[in-house]
């Protein structure tokens, strides 16, 4: 019995190289919201960082500004590793804007990412959501204005995925919202989620709260950093 269970794990476990992975959650949202990609990791046996914070108490810089500081700790800890990410929403564009930050560590410029969901190219909702008041007050006037401000490819300004990154893009399909026109998530369409640079494209049926729980997803996270 104690062999047939050893045979089985040994089969059943997927063996792969243990990596470093971030995950980085979305604009209101938390980190169970990437609990089901954090797990699949962890069965893979890779050491994964669900990294929290308050979105809308800070500016996408500033965020970026505090991930810097745990990737430094990170990479000092693990000097010969590559720090790699997951992302969902925002989380993209906070990455984006740390690994340009001068003190960012090398070994996260030379890792790979997944971003699901990601406003690359700005937010055609988010803007007209922002001219109503009520909304513009929820959104607040950190990161949540900066959404709803920016204009398409608005996020450049925080400089490229450098070429040495290799990229996975999934956006969702699996949205109705009469605001938006072509295939979108219900938040985000899916031609705001492409960047100017090469990359993998990859499209599932589900919608921007959830996607990150979508099973072709985990699935997806799991082959590509294995």
Request: net charge positive; glycine share 8%; charged share 25%.
């Amino acid at each position: 019995m104690i062999r047939y269970l050893l045979v089985s794990l040994l089969f059943c476990t997927p063996l792969c190289a243990k990596k470093h992975i971030f995950c980085i959650h979305g604009f209101m949202r938390g980190k169970g919201c990437m609990k089901a990609i954090e797990m699949s990791l962890r069965y893979d046996r890779h050491d994964v960082i669900n990294w929290d914070y308050q979105s809308k108490q800070k500016t996408i810089e500033e965020h970026a500004n505090d991930l810097v500081l745990d990737l430094i700790d990170y990479a000092n800890q693990y000097p010969r590793d590559e720090i790699d990410f997951v992302t969902h929403s925002l989380g993209a564009i906070i990455v984006r804007s740390a690994i340009n930050h001068p003190d960012c560590p090398d070994l996260a410029k030379r890792g790979r990412a997944v971003l699901i969901a990601p406003p690359n190219q700005g937010s055609i909702l988010a803007r007209k959501l922002g001219k109503i008041s009520i909304v513009r007050r929820w959104f607040g006037d950190h990161a949540g204005r900066e959404l709803i401000e920016t204009e398409e490819g608005g996020f450049d300004r925080y400089g490229p995925f450098p070429m040495s990154m290799d990229l996975v893009i999934i956006a969702g399909t699996l949205g109705y919202n009469p605001m938006l026109k072509g295939p979108n998530d219900g938040k985000v369409l899916t031609k705001e989620t492409r960047l100017n640079r090469p990359h993998e494209y990859m499209e599932v049926k589900g919608d921007h709260s959830w996607i990150a729980y979508h099973p072709s997803v985990v699935k997806k996270v799991r082959e590509f950093y294995h």
